[in-house]
């Protein structure tokens, strides 16, 4: 398996140029975001993520996690591994700093769980997870339960896991039975089973944080009675240390067709007289508090699709640069290299220009994340807000999907090589293809675009997206150079297309919601086309001028021109496709 190198100049482009980290920078909290700061953390993270986690990928494929009595065992070094991470700060980020976190903004942190991912998703999985509680205990839990919990969990010293899926309601949650009894104190005892856990049992910390989902005796049917409850794994004493062992066990573990590293856990809670749970906010707005942490593992979970084509990428590149076979098609020359030949190198291209995409868009959308929480201006903060959201479904739904995708065309460069194990390309692929699922597959994204992010302010947030769009469109349109021009053209006839498709969504959507139903995947992969080629279009633009400018990174920059151009030829054609699919099921044709 080739080595990881983190693109840390791609990243950096990104970072500033697209998502403004330096306008980001001067908001409130994050004035130590400095370009200087931003370069070490980058450098350091690449350098850990390089030499100690990315070694550990293949162990972990090859030796999975081990179930025995309801212990979990993680593969050799994932525990000296997590210590180390746990060390570097790398946990808290993006935390508060009035808990031990960083304080730093998340577009920065993005980068840095960008570099994990790639270099062992299975690894990542579980401080992903821990992020995710971290927010959802600072939006919802008492003061005394922040006291208690979130600082070792933003060192990283304690981990947590979020409990929705149970074996009889799989994404319906309406459907859950796990139940919450009320004590005389104050707490409740947890009863029910958990599926599909990841990371609900390991040996790399000392005790575990669950967020469960279960009803009251006296709540209302379906998701509107559905309350939110920490079950530590370890109860803790008034002084901060661990006590009794917690009545919640892992009851097993998954065999998987990847992420072998990861414990996917079987989880069951209240088998001994039930499990001391403490309510998160307030009864029967679970799913509220837990949306929470789930658009944050939304993300991380589009961003790890990111992380795995960049990772798919950099093998067949490092491949077909060695790999010989074949005569050059122009010269002649016998036995040349396989990047010699111009499907390989479509496919290169292909596997590039989507993986660039995918990452200006999570990290643009990480960039407005920090902006709805720093921006003076409440109104600014709120826009803000709605764009990242309305965005989420895109970077996730579309950053997995493309993870398989790019990852595929890994194994097909490798040839039939690629189908063999040895060589590694197939393991990228394997890893990809939950990310699709977890977390609400691709039809639940495309639903959520829909009936939760388009409808809710009748495309209002969506307007102001394609007014965004419109104005880089209007600036390569206009440009002197003929390839912004092109790529302008491109980008021009995909909005237009995302827009009557739109209008016809807002037309129809609650009267023939049917027709939306069995339009939403197509329209959100219309959305993810243009929006992507919308980041490509905006990273052409400054390329050229900085080119313009006499910037030292003259080839980085040319390239970036090229993978834009690239996109905007092999890729936004589609659009046109999604649409008229998209138009014929809103049509009632589909």
């Not at 690894?123 to 979130?150: D, K, N, Q, R």
């Not at 039809?443 to 939760?452: K, T, V």
């Not at 006499?550 to 021109?561: I, P, S, V």
């Amino acid at each position: 398996m080739s080595d990881y190198r983190a693109p840390i100049q791609d990243m950096r482009f990104v970072m500033d140029e697209l998502a403004d980290l330096p306008g980001i920078a001067r908001l409130p909290g994050f004035e130590e975001a400095t370009p200087d700061m931003a370069d070490a953390i980058l450098e350091e993270a690449a350098k850990f993520t390089g030499e100690v986690l990315a070694p550990l990928n293949a162990i972990g494929d090859r030796e999975g996690c081990r179930w025995q009595d309801g212990a979990v065992t993680t593969p050799p070094g994932w525990k000296e591994a997590y210590r180390l991470y746990c060390a570097g700060g790398w946990n808290g980020i993006a935390c508060s700093p009035a808990f031990g976190g960083q304080g730093l903004p998340n577009v920065l942190a993005v980068a840095v769980k960008e570099m994990v991912c790639s270099a062992n998703l299975a690894f990542s999985v579980c401080p992903l997870l821990t992020t995710g509680a971290i927010e959802a205990l600072m939006t919802c839990a008492s003061g005394e339960l922040i006291e208690t919990y979130l600082a070792k969990m933003i060192s990283g010293e304690w981990t947590g896991t979020m409990n929705l899926t149970e074996p009889q309601a799989g994404s319906d949650l309406a459907l859950l039975r796990s139940r919450a009894e009320p004590q005389t104190d104050g707490t409740y005892r947890i009863f029910g089973q958990k599926i599909f856990i990841s990371y609900g049992e390991h040996d790399m910390v000392d005790n575990i944080v669950h967020l469960v989902l279960a009803r009251l005796p006296d709540a209302p049917p379906g998701v509107k009675g559905i309350s939110l409850f920490l079950v530590p794994k370890f109860l803790v004493n008034a002084d901060g240390s661990l006590g009794a062992r917690n009545d919640v066990a892992c009851a097993s573990i998954e065999h998987k067709l990847g992420i072998h590293g990861s414990p996917t856990c079987v989880m069951a809670f209240g088998e001994q007289g039930g499990a001391v749970g403490y309510l998160l906010g307030q009864t029967n707005r679970g799913l509220e508090y837990m949306f929470v942490m789930m658009n944050e593992a939304r993300h991380g979970v589009g961003l790890q699709g990111v992380a795995l084509g960049e990772r798919a990428y950099q093998h067949a590149l490092a491949y077909a640069a060695e790999r010989k076979q074949g005569r050059d098609a122009v010269t002649g020359e016998a036995l040349v290299t396989i990047d010699h030949h111009p499907d390989v190198k479509r496919m290169l291209m292909l596997m590039k220009s989507r993986v660039e995409a995918a990452r200006a868009l999570a990290y643009y959308t990480a960039g407005l994340l920090d902006r709805s929480h720093a921006e003076n201006d409440e109104d600014v903060r709120q826009q803000q807000l709605f764009l990242a959201e309305f965005l989420i479904p895109l970077v996730k739904g579309g950053g997995t999907e493309m993870g398989i995708d790019v990852a595929s065309l890994g194994i097909q460069i490798h040839g039939g090589m690629g189908f063999i194990e040895e060589t590694g390309a197939a393991q990228f692929w394997r890893d990809a293809r939950i990310t699709t699922i977890y977390e609400g597959t691709t039809g639940i994204q495309a639903n959520d675009l829909i009936f939760r992010k388009l409808l809710r302010d009748r495309g209002a947030t969506a307007q102001r997206l394609f007014a965004e769009i419109e104005r880089t469109v209007s600036a390569l349109r206009s440009h002197d150079d003929a390839s912004l021009n092109a790529i302008g053209k491109s980008l021009q006839e995909g909005l237009a297309q995302w827009r009557e498709v739109t209008r016809c969504v807002l037309a129809s959507a609650k009267t023939q919601p049917e027709g939306a139903l069995t339009a939403a995947v197509p329209i959100l992969n219309l959305a993810v086309s243009v929006s992507n080629g919308w980041m490509m279009g905006r990273a052409a633009l400054i390329a050229r001028q900085r080119l313009d400018e006499g910037h030292a990174a003259t080839e980085f920059l040319r390239d970036k021109c090229v993978s834009a151009r690239f996109y905007a030829d092999h890729v936004m054609p589609l659009a046109g496709a999604y649409a008229a699919t998209a138009l014929s099921c809103l049509e009632g044709r589909g």
